[in-house]
């Protein structure tokens, strides 16, 4: 019985890889079609000033969508395409769309600016600075409109090499962002040598408000070394009335999460 059970126990475990190792291959070639025949939306979530609520910026957001009409989310082929080196055209194909739309939303609303989100990978290949800067003149997007959104590991890998790129792309005018702050290994003072212009405290501390103090206390530091370094704070997944007027109260800039709104597409933001 025990053999039979041992048995049956490898034939199903084989089975789930095999099952995961095909869904990876499937998904490796379905994004290539994805990126090549238009499958992919950016979703847009609005940005809020703390001392009025007020909207003055979005967060441009990756969605992939199914035939079905359901959609893969980023956490899932996000690290996949990084994984197999199509996160450069991806990558691509996301600034160019949301420099067209930050075209669109001026004509709408002037001086709303839009965030993007950028992968390590392609922060890091040597011509980065001169696509970003050939993709704004060719959609006819300002620089002054976009912010970049890089994460901690990005900044502590080649670090010299990554301020002279933040150096070029903010005397261009783009703002840069420390995006999900809190997650890696960086230390405030880390902060310090940094040339960029908000903090992004990431979402699993504004979650820990209620009940961990300690969250609390990291939140307060964040924004008090932040400012004093004359960075702005922004709270991201602020999903309550509670949570929003803590995070005010504390000083914070701007804030973003559900309870503002979610990601939607540009036609119904
Ligand atoms: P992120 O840049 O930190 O984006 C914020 C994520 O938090 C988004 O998830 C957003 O939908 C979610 N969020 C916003 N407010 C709330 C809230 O109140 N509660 C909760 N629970 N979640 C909230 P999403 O869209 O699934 O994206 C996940 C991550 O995938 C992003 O994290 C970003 O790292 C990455 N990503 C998304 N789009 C792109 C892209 O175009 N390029 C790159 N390189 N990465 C992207
Ligand atoms: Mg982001
Ligand atoms: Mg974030
Ligand atoms: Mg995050």
Request: charged share 25%; hydrophobic share 40%.
């Amino acid at each position: 019985q025990a053999k039979r059970l041992g048995y049956n126990h490898v034939q199903e475990y084989d089975k789930s890889m095999a099952q995961r190792l095909l869904s990876t291959t499937a998904m490796r070639s379905s994004l290539q079609e994805a990126i090549e025949q238009d499958e992919l939306e950016l979703h847009y979530q609005p940005i809020v000033r703390c001392n009025d609520q007020r909207a003055i910026q979005v967060e441009a957001l990756l969605r992939w969508q199914q035939a079905d009409g359901s959609y893969i989310p980023p956490s899932e082929f996000i690290p996949l395409a990084e994984m197999t080196g199509q996160i450069v055209p991806l990558s691509e194909w996301v600034f160019r769309r949301a420099c067209q739309d930050a075209v669109k939303l001026q004509q709408r609303e002037s001086k709303f600016r839009m965030s993007v989100n950028v992968s390590a990978l392609h922060f890091n290949r040597a011509n980065f600075v001169d696509f970003v800067l050939h993709t704004l003149a060719e959609t006819g997007c300002h620089a002054q409109w976009l912010e970049l959104e890089l994460t901690e590991s990005i900044l502590l890998e080649g670090t010299q090499y990554a301020i002279e790129r933040l150096q070029r792309l903010r005397q261009h005018g783009l703002t840069i962002a420390l995006d999900d702050f809190g997650t890696g290994f960086s230390s405030l003072s880390y902060l310090k040598r940094l040339p960029i212009d908000t903090v992004k405290i990431d979402r699993s501390f504004i979650a820990g408000i209620r009940h961990h103090k300690s969250d609390r206390v990291l939140i307060d530091s964040v924004i008090k070394i932040a400012q004093s370094l004359d960075f702005a704070v922004l709270a991201e997944g602020i999903e309550t009335p509670q949570q929003a007027e803590f995070v005010t109260d504390l000083g914070c800039n701007y804030m973003q999460g559900y309870y503002f709104g979610r990601p939607v597409p540009l036609k119904n933001l």
